[in-house]
Nanobody
Framework: QVQLVESGGGLVQPGGSLRLSCAASGSIFSINAMGWYRQAPGKERELVATITSGSSTYYADSVKGRFTISRDNAKMLMYLQMNSLKPEDTAVYYC???????????????WGQGTLVTVSS
């Protein structure tokens, strides 16, 4: 079964840092674009950052200059380094990827289960 699993969330004080990880597993042949999304309480899910298989990146204006997305294609891992965290960054962070695997017909979109990030003093 193809899946994405996030880790690294937790409680951090304003101005602090966290690094989220996303691990892909299953009989995966190829991973295309990947990204991080977040959903704050009472709000819709929003895009945080994306990264292509060639490591081209895109960031939402709200996190530009503070967050860095990266990936290790050989290990099927993706990361989100979050610095200078603000209370408004509090949300459940979700990993997303377009994957092709032995059990899929072409590329399919897969979501992780989410990891909670709380920024509070």
């Amino acid at each position: 079964q193809v899946q994405l699993v996030e880790s690294g969330g937790g409680l951090v004080q304003p101005g602090g840092s966290l690094r989220l990880s996303c691990a892909a597993s299953g009989s995966i042949f190829s991973i295309n674009a990947m990204g991080w999304y977040r959903q704050a309480p009472g709000k819709e899910r929003e895009l945080v950052a994306t990264i292509t298989s060639g490591s081209s990146t895109y960031y939402a204006d709200s996190v530009k200059g503070r967050f860095t997305i990266s990936r290790d294609n050989a290990k099927m891992l993706m990361y989100l380094q979050m610095n200078s965290l603000k209370p408004e960054d509090t949300a459940v962070y979700y990993c997303n990827g377009r994957l092709m695997a032995a059990t899929t017909t072409g590329y399919v979109e897969v979501w992780g289960q989410g990891t909670l990030v709380t920024v509070s003093s």
